[in-house]
Nanobody
């Protein structure tokens, strides 16, 4: 059984920072890409940032220069450092990982709420 457990969400004021973490546990062989998505009320889920097993990263235009995704392969953990937060960053943030346990499967965390007040 593979689980993704997120932490680090909360309520902050505009301009402040938060760091999200997502730990992958279970009987896994390896983890390929790891991603952070977010979904604001009434909107579709969107990809915020992604990182490959080799460390290559990609970001949504709306967060470039403010958010940084990183991973610790030894801990099977992915992070999202969010700086200069804006009210429009308010959303539920979800961790996603492509995990090899024989074949490669797509797993999701339960989501963590990030609320940015103006």
């Amino acid at each position: 059984q593979v689980q993704l457990v997120e932490s680090g969400g909360g309520l902050v004021q505009a301009g402040e920072s938060l760091r999200l973490s997502c730990a992958v546990s279970g009987s896994i062989f390896s983890i390929n890409a790891m991603n952070w998505y977010r979904q604001a009320p009434g909107k579709q889920r969107e990809l915020v940032a992604s990182i490959t097993s080799g460390g290559s990263t990609n970001y949504a235009d709306s967060v470039k220069g403010r958010f940084t995704i990183s991973r610790d392969n030894a801990k099977n953990t992915v992070y999202l450092q969010m700086n200069s937060l804006k009210p429009e960053d308010t959303a539920v943030y979800y961790c996603n990982a492509y995990v090899r346990i024989g074949s490669i499967y797509d797993y999701w965390g339960q989501g963590t709420q990030v609320t940015v007040s103006s």
